[in-house]
């Protein structure tokens, strides 16, 4: 069976499970999504103590929500889309940044967040990758993506989770080059951090 009807039939049948009283299968539920809601949540809101209701509002519309799911996308994904409007929700009555307020917009471009730490690098950038192995390369990327705002480093995350353009598209509701401009914004201004806060004398 193609693997996409099997994950499809998957869904339908725990879905109907839940649907039917099954409490069991919406567990099921929950511990096939948690790792995506749990990375949804946790690199878009900063402050610990709120994380832990919002997961629970997450699965609590999940769990409502079901009757109307209409299996145009994987489970998963819908349920990603909740965690995500859920935290963007929260972070708009709190006026939180969600976005580089001060970008004015740049070409878009494809991003390999792999290249940052593969790429051939010039000049100083190339002094940087040289005394910096992959270990320390990989904590400095998770250090300064967390300083990103919201929507940059959930996007940058999903995307590094190898999520597709369509699941992305799906999770946050922007089209496609919204998300390729934002992605390629939030790379540039990753990629200028790194070069500001880790020069060759401070390595």
Partial sequence: MDHHLENHAADRELVDEVLAGDRY???KIIKNTEALV????FKMIANSGDRKDLVQDIYLKTFHGLP?????SKLSTWIGQI???TCLHYLEKRKLLLLDQTDN???TSELTLEALSN????AS???IEKQLNRKELNSILEKEIDKLPPVYRTLLILYREELSNEEMMQITGLPEGTIKSYLFRARKTLKENILSNYKKEDL
């Fill in 25 to 27: 299968a919406f567990g």
């Fill in 38 to 41: 749990a990375m949804i949540v």
């Fill in 68 to 72: 109307n799911f209409r299996f145009k």
């Fill in 83 to 85: 965690a995500y409007h």
């Fill in 105 to 107: 917009g740049e070409e």
């Fill in 119 to 122: 790429q051939k690098l010039s």
């Fill in 125 to 127: 950038e190339n002094d």
